[in-house]
């Protein structure tokens, strides 16, 4: 077998994907099909790590437009995110794949608090964690919180799922048939172009540490293990050259059970 091109992996996921066809919620068959997917990667020594996202439940800036405080706002989509990731914790280990929610707010009951050190670990026992709560603050979004905490641990790769969209392109190609794809872009031509792969925080983040994002399709059921297995899918963003596997920080310091 051809080993993987990445190692450890960020997974963010958006809210809405969990929705499936359905307008609002979780429909358990597509949360089913996310657990599907990512148990082969695990399978194949890939070791995973996920955000998602809360919106299929709750949008914190569209609340607080209409009025409501923004830092309520945005702890009631903290809260979101960690509904999804329990569902999505239950789907994995309905398919036998050991998984651990951590939550950057403290919710002692269902979810471990987020332990950068406890979380490699959990990474490097071929346990998928999934951080739940965004980064804790008001104000982040969760693609700030995947970029961070995919450093914060050492993920080679950022893969940002997206629904029914394979790749970036110059507009909304669901709105508007003359859109482009672009196959690779540099932080600051995302940045520049306005292009809405991420918030701007998320991506100088990525830029500053040179972390790679790839942007695919995650209806696409062959996409991530092409990924992984070196093939070009979807769209690449990084640095001005191709890119090659990062090295893995995450495994210096002490490492507790």
Same mark, same amino acid.
């Given at each position: 077998m051809v080993a993987p091109r990445y190692k450890r992996i960020m997974l963010k996921l958006s809210g809405e994907a969990l929705m499936g066809d359905q307008r609002y919620g979780i429909d358990p068959e597509m949360v089913g099909y996310i657990g599907t997917q990512v148990g082969a990667l695990q399978r194949q020594g890939i070791e995973v790590?996920? !955000?998602?996202? *809360?919106?299929?439940?709750?949008? *914190? !800036?569209? $609340?607080?437009? /209409?009025?409501?405080?923004?830092? &309520?706002?945005?702890?009631?989509?903290?809260?979101? &995110?960690?509904? =999804?990731?329990?569902?999505? /914790?239950? $789907?994995?280990? $309905?398919?036998? !794949?050991? &998984?651990? !929610? /951590?939550?950057?707010i403290t919710m002692a009951e269902i979810a471990e608090p987020y332990i950068r050190r406890r979380a490699i670990r959990h990474l490097e026992k071929g346990r998928v964690v999934i951080f739940a709560a965004g980064t804790g603050n008001p104000y982040f979004t969760t693609d700030t919180a995947a970029a961070l905490r995919a450093i914060e641990i050492g993920a080679d790769v950022l893969l940002m799922a997206k629904n029914r969209v394979d790749g970036v392109y110059s507009d909304d190609p669901q709105k508007n048939p003359e859109a482009t794809k672009f196959d690779h872009l540099t932080y600051m031509e995302a940045i520049e172009k306005g292009l809405r792969v991420m918030d701007t925080t998320a991506?100088?983040?990525?830029?500053? =540490?040179?972390?790679?994002?790839i942007v695919f399709d995650l209806r696409n059921s062959e996409a991530m293990g092409r990924i992984l297995a070196g093939d070009h899918v979807?769209?690449?963003?990084?640095?001005?050259?191709?890119?090659?596997?990062?090295?893995?920080?995450?495994?210096? *310091?002490?490492?507790?059970s």
């Open positions: 790590s996920i !955000v998602i996202g *809360g919106g299929n439940i709750w949008r *914190g !800036v569209a $609340a607080a437009r /209409q009025g409501m405080d923004r830092a &309520t706002a945005d702890y009631m989509g903290m809260l979101a &995110t960690a509904i =999804n990731a329990l569902a999505l /914790q239950d $789907a994995l280990e $309905a398919l036998d !794949v050991w &998984t651990r !929610v /951590q939550s950057a991506l100088s983040l990525c830029m500053e =540490n040179e972390l790679p994002i979807g769209t690449l963003i990084s640095s001005d050259g191709p890119s090659g596997p990062r090295r893995s920080r995450g495994s210096s *310091g002490s490492r507790p």
